[in-house]
Structures are given as C-alpha cells and as structure tokens.
C-alpha cells in the first residue's frame, strides 16, 4: 500500500485553522500554521472531564470530544463554561512536541500538538497574534480584522427530575420525617419554541389527610432559597379536587437523530410460503411503497427477484430482475408516499413445482440514486405468486434498500386511550454555520421525519391520513396552538430553521411538534433525522429530548374517590440560572396529626404508643381498622406515660406493601415495648422494663412442664459485646452510625483502649423508624445488657393455656435439672396445729429427705382471680425420706394462700384443684421475665416458651 493510498484510509483530517469560541468571551479566528500530514490535537488544563472519559465542557463541532482527539479540519471548538481568566483554558502537550513548542503556558491562546512526539518548529502562536485577537468583544463589535465576534447566554434548561414514580400505596407517614416525594404520574415537559427556556410539571399523592409538610426543599436545599420564578407550588389536604396536570406518560430520551454517511445500508427481503401446488409456470406479482420520493429526481430501482421451488424432489433456484421507473409510480394522498406494482414471470422451462418456498427480493445497485433522494426508502409491502391454478400470499413489508449513509430511528409507544403526541426536538448546541470567508453565522435548517402506526399495525403512515385531527405545537404554558413560523412541514418532514436572534444561534433551544389523532387508542410514533451533507463550518444536531403521550379527556390520573382521604403536592418547576440540568429530589419535612393518648385531640406526635394506635385505628390508611374498644387503653396509657419519661420518638414513613404488625413491632421494639394483638379481645402493650416491679406471675418446675433447657452465656465468643446500628439521623436527614461497645459491666460509645472491632466483632443492624440518636443509643444499651448482664435463658414446653402466660410475663423457674437431694411435686394437703390456726407444714406428693438449708418454694393459686402467688419457705431437716414437710416458722392460717387438692368453691361453682407446686430441694430458682412463646406443632394446647432474667 502507498503512503498515498494510506493517508486517504485515514478517518481523521489534517489540522487546519480552527475556530475556537468560548462563552461569555467571544469568538475568535486564528490562522495556525502546522506540519503537513500530521493529524493534531489539543489538551486543555483545568477542563473537566466526565466519567465516560469526554470533556464536560469542551465541543468540537458540536460534539464532546476525550483529551487527545484529532481535531478535523476547519473545527469549531466551544469551551461552554465561565473562566476566571482566559489564561486557563489550555496549556500542554506531550511530551518532546511540547518542549520543542517553547509557548509559555501563562499565554493566553491554543496549543496545538501532533499525535507523534515530533518536533515541529513552526506550529507557534505569536504572542502579539493573541492579544490581538483574544480580547472580549460587545456584540457584533468588529476585532480589527472584519472578523465579527459574538456573545450569548448560556439559556438554562431542564433535563428531568430524579424522583421516582409511586406504585399505588399512599405513603403512611409519622412522627416527624423528611419525605422524598413519589411522583404519582410522569413528570410533564413543558418547552417554549425557539427557546431554551423549558418546565416542569410534577403531582404527587404525598400521603393521607392528616400529613402536614413544611421546608419543601430540592435535594439539600431549601425551595424558599430558589427564587420565586423557579417554581410554583401546590397543597391541597382531604379536598375533592384533583390538583394535579394532564393524564400523561413521558418517555425522556435526550438522544441524537444521527445519521453517517460512511455506513452501508443493504436490505433485502423474503417472502415466505412453504406451500403445495402444481404447475409449469410461474407468475409473480409484488406491491413496492416508497417514502422520501423526489418524483422529479426518480432514478430507476432494479430488484433482482429469486424463486426457490421444489421440483421431482430437488431445490431449483431461478431468478429475474424487475425494474421500478417513474412511470409505475403512484401517489397516495392519505400518506404522502408512492405505491408501485410490478409483475414478473419467470420461464420454468422443464421444471413441474410440487412446492414453492419462498421468493428473495434485493436491490440491484443504489436505490438512493443522487442527492435528491437521500432520505428515500423502499419497502416490498406484499407480494402473490401463480402458479398454474394455484395463488399465494404473503405479507412481506421489508425494506429492500441499498445506499451510503445511516441514520437512526427514535420510536416510542403510548399507552391505551391515547390521543395527543408531544415530540420536543432540542438543539442543544443551537444551529447556525459559519461564513468560511467572512466568519458570519449563517441561517441553516434541518429536518427529521415523522411517522406514526397504531401498536398492532406492520405499516407506518404519515401524517397525511385522515386518522390525523391536527398537527400543533403547545406552548410553555400547555396551550395549543399553530406550528411557529420557524417550522416548515412538508408531509412528514418537518424542518427547522436557526432561531430569530442570530446572536444566540448558539444556545440551547427547543421546538414542540404535536400530533392529535381522530380516535384515541395505543400508537407508536417513528423520528428519523433527513440525511443531508454536514460541512465542518456546521455547528448544531437535533435531539428528541422528550416525547409526552397525553390520553384523552375523561381519564383520570388517580381515583377521585380517595382525594377527601390524601394529601397533594403539584408543583411546577421553571429553567432558571439557580435552577438548570436535572431537578434534585422533591422533598419537605413531614409531621401529620394524630390522637394524643394523653390529651385526646389531635396533635403533631412522635410518642411510639400514639402512633402505635393511630395505625391500628387510622380508618383512612387501615383497611382492617381497630375501634378503640378492641385497645387495651389502660396498657397504652401506662405505656405512653413510660415513653414520654424516657424521651421516647418514633418517626417513619411507609411507602410500600408490608405488614401492620411488622411495623408496629418493629416500633416497639426501638422503644422497650412489646404489642400483643389480641388477649382476651384487646390489643396490649407491654413495657420491656424492671422499673414498674411487676408480680411473679408463676412458678415453673418439673411439675407444670417438660423438656426444661437453660443456657447460661459464658465467655466473650458466645455473647453480643457491640451492636453498630445504622439509621436516619433527624439533624442531618442523612445516614449515621452508632456503635455500642460492652465493658466494665456498662454500655460504652468508644472501645475499651487497647481494643478494636476485631476484638468486639460488632453486630450490624439498620434501623427503621427510629432517627433520634439519643434512642437509638436506649436500644442499644439495653440491648446489650439483656446479652451480657441477663444472659441466662430457659426454654421449655408447658400447657400453656392453663396458665394463660404472656410475653415480658414475670416467672421464676427452678432449675430442675440441676436438682440436689430435692423434690418437684404437688402439695396433697396442708399440715395444721391442734387449733388449726396456723399451718406447719404439707404433705408432698412424694416423698424425699429434707437436709439442712432445704427451702421449698410453692406456686400458690389466688382465687380471689388475681393469678399466682410465688413464696419460700424455709424447712424442717429430717433425714427420713417422709412425705410429711415441715416449716421452720409455720403461717398464719388466714393469711395463707396455700391448698391442697380437692374442691373449692370459686363464684359458686365446686371446682377440682390439684394442689399448688412447689420445689424443694438445694437449687438454684432464676427470676426471669418471658420473652417469646411459639406453638409446638403436632402438640395441642402446647407452647414452647422462652425466658431470660430478669
């Protein structure tokens, strides 16, 4: 290969004088001198660049480029930002090219490298050449060298909204949080033609009634420091109305309608049949559409056609060619496009066809036959073959094109009961050229083309059919109204000219095209830009930046049933220098109003116990509501007055499907409490706690239950020594992090010195519902405590309806299995003195020997209703294995709650009574309080319990 045929491989071009423009500092012209052959590029200092590795801020004709690109011929590069000094915009090259350069980097101007480490002596820019020509113009002033320069604004724009779509639960939201809104429908884009001005519509269903929202804020920033021009904000609480915009779904694409002219488009297309017949000849008949014509400029397409057919069991291939003149052209007025019919038949000379399989149709040469036809397709719609007696059909509606040059397609699909289309076309870099000679911008335009289908259809129409009611534009406000006076429409091109005031051709500006369609229904729209040559003093693409489907009338956005119940939020947000790019997340702090247990009105609450029973009577956000007569309140109350001592809060939002008793026992959980839905028909809660010096509620031995297993925490491995918990922090509304540490018998914030993590090896729990620091540092240390200060457990089955036992219930458990020279039974009668007055002592259901230091503990019923009462008793030794037990100090006989089996009569009823239990023997017995209760499976009426000290 010669050097020749080499350098004309090359995709880059040779570097040439550039235009480079910088914002808010004019633009400027500078002849560079450079070395022959040698593609170049450019380095800028201090510009950023993004993640995808392309200058943030830098364009070469329009586009982002990454350091190092080879700057084509005759570029115009743009540095879209606002330097402190021009001095800062570039300063270095590679390696030997820079120190052969010798330019200062203080120097305002442009460096230009090579993509070899040359030296090129020639390639410099004179410092007289820059301050000459680098200095900042008015507008439209004159630089000494009938060069004009311009200035423009950088018009700000938004580009979307970072909140989420809701999925049909209303948020339940309490205590004091800070909400990230759910947008409740799309967010709707609002775009004034010719302008880079753009808005926002946004609604949300922000919760029920009872919220109440304050220090609305985008992301960290409070709304009331945006000025008032930047949005507009609505609330509205339990009201019929709908506050809310158009029923609408937008699809955001922010994509470029892009097209290359060096690509190779071939199409063909099959149509297939597979069928049985019989015949000698063959006939075949297809039906073309074109899109794009220039019937003056129709060049002749020839398609070459080939038959597969079996005959006497071979696969025969024949082929033909058709060719498509002007002459069989044909113009349909509804689409704006032209049908062709041709047929063909093919000589089969000896062969018989037992079966056709299918015909491929390709095109002979270029179907784009100059440049007049450069955004002409052709499509094989259907096509039917005879042979002999027998026709086929077949449905085909293929492209069949063959041409230089691609573009894209952008095509997006409504929803059902669909009637208006907003397509918003954005030039993002403005669109103008530029005068080789003179430097002047110039007046472009550039086109796309739009088609549109219903969802189920194969064809696409254009916008000439009947089925299109009126083709607008909708202005910034939502109105509509005619196309504006820079669009042209030529069936379904539509061209777009540079905006009015030339001196902002460069700014981001928008144009709005509608579509409204005669019946609603589901469609699909179709955006292709019209190819065209694009010379490097071009500057401007087309973008579809949003498309927004708005159904018909009638269609509501939500239900308008459940208004009177919830809470809604539309604000509409306006492109402004504080407000530009993409909308933070929408947000405010939230405190909703519910009972006060302790007041009974309505109040801005955070204690755990009112929100506890706000969500189990709430009739608006509760489908299965509690009356207050299904509340234990007495237990609420008692627990309320606990959390407010202690400085309880909860606060929280729910904002999806989950369980009512996951939340609230997740809430008492963070506050020491314990819910149980349902003892004898109420709800009751239960402070975890050993300050309200609740009763024994029994005694458990080998008398009453089974399986008895204890398990006594020992050494540092085996127990929680620090708990690190995660949560919303309510004075940054941001993550934080506590970690509690367990040493010296107490709950500490900072390990013990000389100790890490690795030696606590912390338990990591995110908590919900919680945000206070100081709670969440009640939770862990008591958590921690019950690990290492009430580390004992106790777990057994028992008949668990007999003794109608609760959790946080209070019991003693005598540890039978380490029994010693003892007994576990029941009491058969009680021993009395002559006069009965006192009781000395009971006789046991068995026998054993009683040694010194023998105490018996005894689990004695109350029948006044008031449960158990739980004693000690000191005994009489006797080295004799009796049944007959002794007290060392006997009990008054009217004050004694002690029996023995037989019948009592308890509200006039004789009921059968066992005898109370007791347990003597030298062992240990543990307080304890119960903390969990399931049901044995496979055991009726039986439960496993678990206990830990008290």
């Known amino acids: 290969m010669s050097f020749i045929e080499w350098k004309n491989k090359l995709k880059i071009k040779i570097f040439a004088p550039a235009t480079v423009c910088h914002r808010q500092l004019g633009q400027y012209f500078s002849e560079l001198k450079y070395w022959a052959w040698l593609p170049a590029f450019m380095v800028f200092k201090n510009e950023p660049v993004g993640d995808d590795g392309y200058y943030k801020t830098l364009l070469v004709n329009g586009k982002r480029i990454k350091p190092y690109t080879i700057i084509p011929r005759n570029a115009f590069i743009e540095i879209r930002e606002k330097p402190q000094a021009i001095t800062a915009l570039i300063t270095s090259i590679v390696g030997a090219v820079a120190a052969a350069l010798s330019v200062s980097t203080a120097v305002a101007g442009v460096i230009v490298g090579v993509a070899a480490a040359l030296a090129i002596g020639g390639l410099i820019m004179g410092v007289s050449a820059i301050a000459g020509k680098f200095g900042a113009k008015p507008k439209g002033s004159s630089n000494g060298t009938d060069k004009p320069t311009y200035q423009s604004n950088s018009s700000p724009s938004l580009s979307g909204a970072k909140n989420e779509l809701q999925e049909e639960v209303v948020p339940i939201a309490f205590g004091r949080s800070l909400q990230v809104f759910n947008y409740s429908q799309f967010c709707i884009p609002l775009v004034k ?46 009201i019929n109305s709908f506050i809310g915009w158009d029923n609408a779904v937008t699809e955001s694409f922010n994509k470029e309608l892009s097209f290359d002219q060096s690509q190779a488009v071939f199409q063909s297309a099959i149509a297939y049949y597979n069928d049985q017949c019989s015949g000698t000849s063959l006939t075949i008949t297809q039906n073309y559409n074109f899109t794009g014509v220039a019937y003056n400029s129709w060049t002749n397409k020839q398609m070459d056609l080939t038959a597969t057919f079996v005959s006497n069991d071979l696969d025969v291939t024949l082929s033909t060619s058709v060719t498509i003149t002007r002459n069989d052209l044909v113009y349909d007025s509804a689409t704006g496009s032209y049908n062709a019919t041709k047929t063909v038949t093919i000589s089969l000379g000896s062969y018989n066809i037992s079966e056709y399989r299918y015909t491929t149709t390709t095109p002979n040469g270029n179907t784009r036959g100059n440049s007049a036809e450069g955004n002409l397709n052709c499509y094989l719609i259907d096509e039917t073959v005879t042979i002999g007696e027998d026709t086929f059909e077949a449905n085909v509606n293929q492209g069949v094109n063959s ?26 870099q403005g669109l103008y050229s530029i005068n080789s000679s003179s430097g002047k911008r110039v007046r472009v335009s550039i086109s796309a083309e739009v088609q549109w289908k219903r969802k189920d259809e194969t064809q696409w129409h254009g916008m000439n059919e009947s089925n299109i009611a009126r083709i607008y534009t909708r202005d910034i406000d939502g109105n509509i109204g005619n196309l504006s006076s820079r669009i042209t429409r030529n069936g379904n091109n539509f061209t777009f000219k540079t905006p009015d005031d030339i001196n902002n051709a460069d700014d981001n500006f928008y144009e709005c095209v509608g579509i409204q369609f005669a019946t609603a229904g589901q469609y699909q729209v179709k955006v292709m830009p019209i190819v065209f040559t694009k010379d490097d003093y071009w500057v401007g693409s087309i973008y579809i930046s949003e498309i927004v489907w708005r159904l018909k009338s009638g269609i509501p956005v939500v239900d308008s049933s459940i208004l009177p119940y919830v809470s809604q939020i539309a604000c509409t947000f306006n492109a402004t220098t504080q407000l530009d790019g993409e909308v933070d997340e929408l947000g405010a702090i939230v405190f909703p109003y519910i009972t006060n247990l302790k007041t009974g009105g309505l109040e801005q609450s955070r204690n755990p116990v009112d929100i506890i029973y706000y969500l189990l009577t709430d009739q608006a956000s509760n489908p299965d509501p509690m009356s207050p007569d299904q509340i234990d309140l007495v237990s609420f109350k008692k627990a309320r007055e606990w959390c407010e001592a202690h400085g309880c809060k909860c606060d929280g939002i729910v904002t999806g499907e989950i369980k009512y008793e996951t939340v609230i026992n997740e809430i008492a959980s963070n506050n020491q409490l314990y819910f149980i839905p349902n003892k004898w028909g109420k709800a009751v809660l239960r402070v975890d706690t050993n300050e309200d010096g609740r009763p024994i509620k029994t005694l458990i031995n080998a008398e009453n239950s089974w399986d008895l297993s204890i398990v006594r925490k020992r050494g540092r491995l085996n127990r929680l020594m620090a708990l690190r918990c995660s949560f919303i922090n309510e004075e940054t509304w941001s993550e934080d992090e506590i970690t509690g540490y367990w040493y010296d018998g107490a709950c500490h914030w900072q ?13 990591k729990r995110e908590l919900q519902y919680i945000k206070n620091a100081d709670n969440v540092k009640r939770r862990i240390a008591y958590e921690l405590e019950i690990e290492n200060e009430k580390n004992t457990t106790a777990t057994f089955n028992i008949a668990r309806e007999v003794l109608d036992l609760e959790i946080l219930d209070r019991v003693l458990v005598a540890d039978y299995t380490r029994l010693n020279e003892g007994c576990s039974g029941s009491i058969e009668e009680l021993l009395y003195n002559a006069d009965r007055s006192q009781i000395i002592g009971f006789k046991s259901s068995l026998p054993f020997p009683v040694s010194e230091g023998m105490t018996a503990t005894i689990r004695s019923v109350d029948i006044s209703g008031e449960g158990f009462n739980v004693n000690t008793y000191e005994l009489v030794p006797n080295t004799a294995t009796v049944s007959k037990i002794l007290f060392k100090t006997p009990i008054d006989t009217n004050t004694s709650n002690l029996r023995g089996h037989g019948f009592y009569d308890i509200d006039g009823a004789e009921i059968y009574y066992t005898g109370d239990l007791f347990m003597a023997g030298v062992t240990e017995i543990l307080s304890m309080v119960i903390s969990n209760i399931e049901e044995v499976q496979g055991e009726d009426f039986t439960s496993k319990i678990t206990c830990r000290l008290y």
């Open 193 to 238: 033609s010719g302008y880079g001005g753009n808005r926002y519509r946004v609604y949300s269903v922000a919760g029920y009634s009872n919220a109440r929202y304050s220090d609305f804020r985008l992301g960290d920033i409070l709304l009331s420091n945006y000025r008032p021009s930047s949005y507009s904000l609505q609330q509205a609480n339990g």
């Open 403 to 428: 041409y230089n040059g691609d573009r894209n397609e952008i095509i997006s699909q409504s929803p059902t009961e669909t009637q208006y289309c907003d397509i918003h076309f954005n030039f993002p």
């Open 751 to 763: 390990p013990e010195e000389g100790k890490d993590d690795q030696y606590y090896k912390p338990e």
